[in-house]
């Protein structure tokens, strides 16, 4: 089991960037794959983006592919979602979700398939 801590949303314009981080607890980051996801007003949570247990294991939504970029540090315990040329769209509370294992992409995108869970962290971004 690990604790998530969201953090780095805010407010932004149209076009711009964000980089929220995933700070985990306990030393056996190294080992779970790792998820955003995001739930915007009046809508179901959704598949964003996810890493497996390297870096170079990564997967998208489509609606994000080549604007965002998921990451990952584990001598930090911490993982990344760069958010670049944001849209208004791209509102929603942002949440971080840890699995144990290495899994295939589909997998990835099943928010049931995780264990933990952080507390969400809010992006904001007006037109």
């Known amino acids: 089991q690990v604790q998530l801590v969201e953090s780095g949303g805010g407010l932004v314009q149209a076009g711009g960037s964000l980089r929220l981080s995933c700070a985990a607890s306990?030393?056996?980051?190294?080992?779970?794959?790792m998820g955003w996801f995001r739930q915007a007003p009046g809508k179901e949570r959704e598949f964003v983006a996810a890493?497996?247990?390297?870096?170079?294991?990564?997967y998208y939504a489509d609606s994000v592919k080549g604007r965002f970029t998921i990451s990952r540090d584990n001598a930090k315990n911490t993982v990344y979602l760069q958010m670049n040329g944001l849209k208004p769209e791209d509102t929603a509370v942002y949440y971080c979700?840890?699995?144990?294992?290495?899994?295939?992409?589909?997998?990835?995108?099943?928010?049931?398939?995780?264990?933990?869970w952080g507390q969400g962290t809010q992006v904001t971004v007006s037109s």
């Open positions: 890493i497996g247990l390297s870096d170079g294991e990564t």
């Open positions: 306990g030393r056996t980051f190294s080992t779970y794959a």
């Open positions: 979700a840890a699995v144990l294992g290495d899994w295939s992409g589909n997998y990835y995108k099943k928010q049931d398939n995780y264990s933990d």
